[in-house]
């Protein structure tokens, strides 16, 4: 199958699980048998009848509940994900203001997860069975296993507080001003103002928070890594590599790594949603004005526009990961070209 | 024949017995995996024994002490003792985890099996159902749930059951499709049994040993995402000794590190040793592995 | 290593470019709380920091304390007879951030925006009947009824004077439709059209908010070119931000934080008494509050809290009432009430409650100056224990509990109260006919004593100082007998900053004063 045919099927499919996404989100949102007029205008307001109505039509709340999902996803599609109780803002605009440093947090927490977690594969396959391997195994085991907050706060204090080996909490130095908006990306941005003393200081904030977050996935990376090249070092094109009379470390790296590399990357697809899930419980220790904490002041304070804006499109982000592993394996699999 | 007869049933013991030790030996994370479960399930029942105060007596005056003879592991921010209220933790978070895991188990093995069972629109549906909820990454997913139901413990665990099931669903569904191709169940369909029938006595039996598989791997998980609602003060009530939530409230005495570094090594001790288990098991039933 | 060493050079010329440009910045970390940047909107405390010195009022307090009215942008001013009429002399030469000179219709506008707008702060307007501009340099305000803090009243931030052209071509009202009809509040969340020495440059919620000097601004320009107010919420944070000089000054630390920073040579800690005051309040609708809106229980409830204990955890005095210590005729923590759990015990079985009784308490989860309310409340719960109250906590976000005390809904609840007005009347929101009192406890005259309305009636207008003294004083006793509400800490305030830093002083309005604030060098 020909690229451009398979990406569109790979877009088709994710269609119909956006739109699922979103009603999914309204069922949620609608469960609570209160009238959204209270529970999404503020007390102050809710005399004021011209407000009422205006607030009614807008989200078609007099028509029946299929109706206002329609009329909810119509204004989705306009990029009117309506208005934020509690800031009072477009949560459109919210959420831009607040999404690019968590995606640039998860983002390097990937980078992080994967290099440390194929790094400890390898070593784990290579030495199979060995002490090593079984304290790589131990060590990939607590990675997912001790809290995501737990290691933030240990890091926090043993790292930045007792050793000063990072930078603390915040996404950048208070008396540094944020780079040129483009991306709202620090280290993109920085680096295309040429500003290298914000670029260096959003990059040193970055260290601690992409390791913790990286802890937790280079657990399963690790694990993934090891079996699978288990598997490949063990293969017929291995051993005959080898008889060929190559370095072991050309094999393994070259060999080795590139045919086990599919499942790696399906994990690292997968994963990216534990690293959402993991900035959301981090962003509060690290002081990170991400859409964690946005999400958590949303739902304990029942902003249902937001809570909704934020999951469809978190779950949106985390399917269309997904979609561009698809595409990954378009050309890391020669089986997917063929079928 | 003859060789099972001559098999005594001490013989028999002795030899599982062996290979029990055998298969301890060639995995020590199993063995300590299995050990630290043992101590934190005995630990729940036991907490008003083994507990050094009462684990909701303030004492203002020694508040935020370091650990020492009086206090094991230090006292929290009202003076509590903070290794009793560990220890009664267990008591909160185990339970949580553990019913998330079999009511969670349990909805989707039976959502699942009906569409392995069914099979056509209805298996559409239903599989359709939990990729969408398998969208959303878990934490995201239940702070919307518990948003609308309101936060307590009850609800907390709701909203991981429904983060839950779908997994179970998916994969009591395959099983399903494959124990159904084969021979004896088309057998049985054949002797005219009705389909709730052989669902239940034929196919359910062979697809529960993976479910269980999985459930053991996954209860470090639910108590891990528990704790991290609980964290984010989406659990239990303030007073609670819940773990997570102990370690919450660290945050804003983090300079005293045991406020929040036991119940977050309780937290992690307890998810260690069921993922050793996990791991192990997974290692020993998939040979690719070894 | 020649390479080397030129490499070093250029860095070293990067960086020193970034910082050779001699701006003076100051850093605060606090816990950002601001709802608006309108001053016809915004009630926080960190909107009063910022508008505080983005805008300015006619009258003004001293730089630490409410005991006089200073004049501001009134250089004086003059009251009628009967009370009734105030009429105001604007400063010459005083010019809004973008050059326009301000005028009498400017105050008009703000006062009536304020009124219309229907914001947090408007019920400061409530007995204002009009406001006229007599001519460009003249303003009069008439009351609807005597009001002795009235002064105290207008220097408070919700007051600040606005640009009427500015806010008017940005969407701005102040018709009597204006709740609907204004449109400028995210205007001023962006920019300031004030008068004050500092001017917004932006805020981005929960991450930070910029003040950069004015060049228009008509007095003696303040020492700092840029003030940056970083959002971090955890006291923690705050403690370790300081000391590795990421920020100058921390406005919300604990005081569980101070001893370990003593030690520090780099860091200045002040400690205040500070004027907010934490109590619980039990509404008085029976069907609301159930037991609690028995006045016996409410007694009871007052004398089995364990005030020392709540003054050790945070650092602080028991007030003596709802008023806090500081404001004029405060009964000091000597005349406070003090825990007697027999005859507690003895109150409430003879209200009817002699096994105690089961209720929710309902507060906001929220860090307040240090103050974290969750660890209170659970203090709360383990001292009415005592007496066999039990106590079920509920915490809600703060918007979402806020909006349930303002409506009146809770039954039995724990806030704190900062006043208002500097002035002793403040305290008369705590009786009945009050806002405190009426609304969210529901103790209205009807659910009143015939004595504590009589006092409520001639405190209100009373203004010979010995008749007052007298009045707030019968009041205060009152209250510790009977009402709907039991204070029971009023915490210090610690501030910590770089040891360079001069001119900190907490004030009980405004909370710090950034303009005043320089750096030794």
New interface residues.
């Given amino acids: 199958m020909p690229i451009h045919l398979y990406v569109l099927r790979r877009v088709i499919f994710t269609i119909p699980i956006l739109l699922g996404i979103t009603l999914v989100a309204f069922v949620i949102a609608n469960a609570v048998p209160s009238d959204p007029i209270n529970a999404n205008l503020p007390q102050s307001q809710l005399n004021n009848t011209e407000l009422v109505e205006a607030f009614r039509k807008e989200w078609g709340l007099d028509k029946p509940p299929v109706e206002q999902y329609l009329t909810y996803l119509g204004n989705l599609l306009q990029g009117n994900f309506g208005r934020s109780i509690k800031s009072r803002q477009p949560i459109a605009e919210d959420i831009a203001r607040y999404l690019p440093a968590t995606i640039e947090l998860a983002t390097t927490g990937t980078v992080a997860g994967v290099v440390l977690g194929v790094v400890f594969g390898i070593i784990s396959a290579v030495w199979q069975n060995r002490l090593i391997d079984y304290l790589v195994r131990a060590f990939g085991l607590i990675g997912v296993s001790v809290p995501v907050f737990v290691l933030a706060l240990v890091g926090l204090t043993v790292l930045h507080a007792e050793l000063g080996w990072v930078a603390g909490p915040g996404r950048l130095g208070a008396r540094l001003t944020p780079p040129p908006n483009v991306t709202g990306l620090f280290l993109i941005d920085s680096a295309l103002a040429g500003n290298w003393i914000v670029f260096r200081d959003a990059l040193s904030r970055l260290v601690l928070p992409s390791l913790v977050l990286g802890m937790y996935i280079s657990g399963i990376i690790s694990r993934i890594t090891r079996s699978s090249m288990l598997e490949v070092l063990r293969a017929d094109y291995m051993r005959t590599a080898r008889s060929k009379g190559l370095r072991e470390r050309v094999v393994v790296l070259r060999h080795g790594l590139s045919n086990a590399m599919v499942p790696i990357v399906t994990v690292i697809g997968l994963s990216y949603g534990s690293l959402l899930s993991g900035a959301v419980l981090t962003e509060s220790i690290f002081a990170w004005p991400g859409i964690g904490r946005y999400m958590f002041r949303a739902s304990t304070s029942q902003d249902f526009p937001a809570i909704m804006g934020v999951s469809i499109l978190i779950a949106s982000i985390y399917v269309i990961v997904n979609l561009i592993v698809d595409v990954l394996y378009y050309f890391l699999d020669p089986r997917i070209r063929a079928a | 024949m003859s060789s099972t007869i001559s098999l005594t049933p001490a013989s028999a013991r002795r030899k599982a017995l062996n290979r029990a030790v055998y298969i301890a030996r060639r995995n020590p994370l199993l063995v300590i995996g299995a050990v630290v479960i043992f101590a934190w399930v005995l630990a729940a029942p036991l907490a008003p024994s083994l507990a050094t105060h009462d684990i909701l007596a303030q004492d203002i005056a020694s508040r935020l002490q370091p650990p020492s003879a009086a206090h094991l592991w230090g006292t929290d921010e009202l003076g509590r003792d903070i290794y009793s209220r560990v220890l009664f933790g267990a008591r909160i978070t185990i339970p949580a985890g553990v019913s998330v895991i079999i009511i969670g188990s349990l909805i989707g093995t039976v959502i699942g099996a009906v569409a392995g069972f069914v099979g056509g629109i209805w298996d559409e549906v239903i599989m359709r159902l939990t990729e969408l909820f398998m969208a959303f990454p878990t934490i995201i997913l239940a702070m919307a749930i518990t948003a609308a139901l309101g936060p307590d413990i009850r609800n907390a665990i709701i909203a991981l059951v429904v983060v839950w099931w779908p997994s179970y669903a998916r994969l009591v569904r395959g099983m399903v499709l494959k124990v159904k191709q084969m021979e004896y169940v088309e057998a049985a369909a054949c002797l005219g049994a009705p389909r709730a029938y052989i669902l239940w006595r034929t196919v359910l039996p062979n697809c529960i040993a993976p479910a269980i598989i999985l459930t053991t791997l996954d209860i470090g998980n639910a108590i891990l995402t528990f704790a991290g609602l609980s964290f984010l003060g989406l659990g239990p009530e303030p007073t609670s000794p819940e773990w997570g939530r102990m370690v919450a409230v660290g945050i804003d005495y983090f300079d005293q590190w045991w406020t929040w570094l036991f119940p977050g090594m309780a937290i992690a001790s307890l998810v260690i040793a069921f993922n050793f288990i996990g791991d192990s098991l997974r290692d020993l039933l998939d040979p690719r592995m070894r | 290593m020649k390479r080397f060493a030129i490499l070093m050079a250029l860095l070293l010329l ?2 020193g470019s ?1 910082f050779a440009q001699d701006e003076k ?1 100051l ?1 605060v ?1 606090h816990a950002e709380s601001t709802d ?1 940047l309108d001053p016809a909107r915004g009630y926080t405390q960190t909107t009063g920091i910022i508008n505080h010195v983005t805008y300015e009022t006619l009258v003004t307090f001293p730089s630490a304390d409410a005991s006089a009215i200073l004049p501001l942008l009134a250089t004086d001013w003059t009251i009628s007879e009967d009370g009734l009429t105030y009429t105001f002399n604007l400063r010459a030469g005083v010019t809004f951030t973008n050059g326009d000179a301000l005028t009498a219709d400017d105050v008009v506008f703000s006062v009536m925006r304020l009124k219309y707008v ?1 914001g947090s702060p408007s019920f400061l307007t409530a007995n204002i009947a009009s406001v006229t501009a007599d001519d460009a340099d003249t303003v009069t305000f008439t009351l609807s009824a005597v009001d002795p803090s009235f002064l105290s009243v207008l220097a408070n931030n919700a007051f600040g004077i606005t640009n009427d052209a500015q806010v008017t071509e940005n969407g701005g009202s102040a018709a009597e439709d204006a ?2 009809a204004d449109a400028a ?2 205007y001023l969340n962006g920019t300031s059209a004030g008068t004050g020495p500092y001017m917004l440059e932006a805020w ?5 908010t910029v003040l950069v000097r004015n060049p228009a601004y008509w007095g003696t320009a303040p020492y700092f070119d840029r003030i ?1 107010i ?8 705050q ?3 300081l000391e ?1 000089g ?2 100058d000054i921390a406005l919300d630390l ?1 005081a ?2 101070i001893p ?1 920073l003593q030690s520090n040579a780099d860091v200045a800690i002040a400690s205040t008494p500070g004027n907010i005051v934490h109590f619980i309040l039990m509404n008085a609708d029976p069907e609301i509050g159930g037991p609690v809106s028995n006045p016996l229980v409410t007694k009871a409830i007052r004398l089995a809290l ?1 005030y020392d ?1 709540y003054a ?2 945070w650092g602080g005095i028991t007030p003596g009432t709802v008023m806090a210590v500081g404001q004029q005729y405060a009964f000091g923590p000597d005349k406070a009430l003090a825990r007697d759990l027999d005859a507690a015990r003895a109150l409430l079985a003879e209200a009817g409650f002699a096994d105690g009784f089961d209720i929710t308490l309902q507060y906001p ?1 929220f ?1 307040f100056q240090g103050v ?1 309310m ?2 209170n ?3 709360i ?2 001292d009415l ?1 005592e007496i066999g109250v039990n106590v ?9 509990s806020l ?1 349930q005390y ?2 009146g809904q809770q039954g039995f609840a724990y806030w704190f109260w900062g006043p208002d007005v500097l002035d002793p009347i403040d305290m008369l929101a705590f009786v009945p006919g009050g806002k405190v009192a009426n609304e969210r406890a529901l103790w209205t005259d009807e659910r009143a004593s015939g004595d504590i309305l009589a006092l409520r009636d001639r405190a209100r207008v009373a203004t010979d100082p010995a008749e007052r003294e007298q009045l707030f004083t019968d009041i205060q006793t009152y209250m510790q007998e009977s009402g709907a509400f039991a204070p029971f800490l009023q915490p210090n305030v610690q501030t910590a900053f770089a040891a360079d830093l001069q001119g900190y002083v907490w004030h009980p309005q405004w909370l710090i004063d950034l303009a005043i604030l320089s750096s030794a060098e």
């Fill in positions: 990067i960086v970034a910045v850093v970390g608006s229907g709740a609907t509040e995210s981005e919620p929960l991450v930070q940056i970083t959002n971090i919420p955890e006291a923690a944070t403690k370790v931000a590795s990421e920020i604990t569980d934080q370990s364990d204990g050790a955890l989860t860090t974290i969750d660890t409340a659970q203090k719960q383990a224990a079920t906590l509920e915490p809600g976000e703060l918007g979402v909006e303002r409506s």
